[in-house]
């Protein structure tokens, strides 16, 4: 994870319902584990209630709907931005928002930014399958360097510093478990 300028990540995907309401509860909940204000703005795209148990069963809906309810169940994200970036939290989530809205058209989108670090970050959840279309979210390498893309010309609109030029780096996803080692500051990654 590059502390110094925005850019996003991909978080391993999620293929279990346990694992969908937990991650959701994650990304909502308005503190950490020590009481300090984690979640500053939570915003949900092409849902209609967004309590923890409802968001999961409306994106399990979707999935029965399309019967696509298989493999991957949701894709997380995260966007970060520099530590010592002149950006508010209100401007970080509007950032995610348009991010969201931009990239993942027609799909049940959580967007939730965070402020329990020494960056702001949003984490974003996306439920595998388009509530429109019925099609499948395909998360990949191509998906990630769109997503890297879009956010980096978003992030230069608002005067924001980013990577280098996608293909000039290599990006992996990672997994949740290094993902919350790495926010910790206990991981080489």
């Known amino acids: 994870i590059n502390d110094t300028m925005a850019t996003v990540t ?6 279990s319902h346990t694992h969908i309401a937990n991650a959701i509860n994650y990304v909502k909940s308005p503190t950490d584990s020590n009481e300090h204000e984690k979640a500053h703005e939570v915003s949900c795209i092409n849902c209609y209630d967004s309590q923890i148990d409802s968001l999961s069963a409306q994106f399990y809906r979707t999935r029965a709907a399309n019967n696509n309810d298989k493999g991957i169940l949701v894709h997380h994200y995260v966007q970060s931005f520099a530590p010592d970036e002149n950006i508010t939290p209100e401007e970080a989530h509007l950032i995610g928002l348009e991010l ?21 970050h949003n984490h974003i959840l996306i439920n595998s399958v388009n509530a429109q279309t019925g099609y499948k979210w395909r998360g990949n390498k191509d998906t990630l360097n769109d997503l890297r893309t879009e956010s980096d010309e978003i992030c230069k609109k608002h005067n924001l510093s980013v990577l280098p030029t996608p293909g000039t780096t290599e990006r992996k996803s990672i997994d949740q478990t290094t993902y919350q080692m790495a926010m910790q500051g206990k991981s080489w990654k």
């Open 100 to 120: 969201a809205k931009k990239t993942m058209p027609g799909y049940q989108i959580v967007v939730s930014t965070h402020i329990d670090k020494d960056h702001i």
């Open 10 to 15: 991909a978080i391993s995907p999620i293929k």
